[in-house]
Nanobody, 126 residues
Framework: QVQLVESGGGLVQPGGSLRLSCVAS????????LGWFRQAPGKGREGVSC????????HYADSVKGRFTISRDSAKNTVYLQMNDLKAEDTAVYYC???????????????????WGQGTQVTVSS
């Protein structure tokens, strides 16, 4: 059974930083990508970033490029999201996810992922 557990969310002022972690267990394949998604109140789920399991390529939504960095520690089965220069519009519940993506090596489309964590709240406010 695949289990994903996120942590690291919290309240931060605009311009501040947070690092989210997601520990995966029962991982079906080391080649599965790991993605970060977010959902703000009243909005749909949005792809933020993902890291491929095969070539470790990284991919970002335009809204977070240059501010967020995704990384993966395979030995710890953990994926991180370093978030810098946070803005009010980054406020959301952040989720990590994985799946076989039907053979694709990466995607920011949430409906292509099969397994999800419970989410961690990030609030950016002064």
């Amino acid at each position: 059974q695949v289990q994903l557990v996120e942590s690291g969310g919290g309240l931060v002022q605009p311009g501040g930083s947070l690092r989210l972690s997601c520990v995966a267990s029962g991982f079906p394949s080391a080649n599965y990508p790991l993605g970060w998604f977010r959902q703000a109140p009243g909005k749909g789920r949005e792809g933020v970033s993902c890291i491929s399991g095969r070539d470790r390529s990284t991919h970002y939504a335009d809204s977070v490029k240059g501010r967020f960095t995704i990384s993966r520690d395979s030995a710890k089965n953990t994926v991180y999201l370093q978030m810098n220069d946070l803005k009010a519009e980054d406020t959301a519940v952040y989720y990590c996810a994985t799946g076989d993506l039907r053979g694709r090596i990466w995607s920011l489309a949430w409906d292509e992922y099969d397994y999800w964590g419970q989410g961690t709240q990030v609030t950016v406010s002064s």
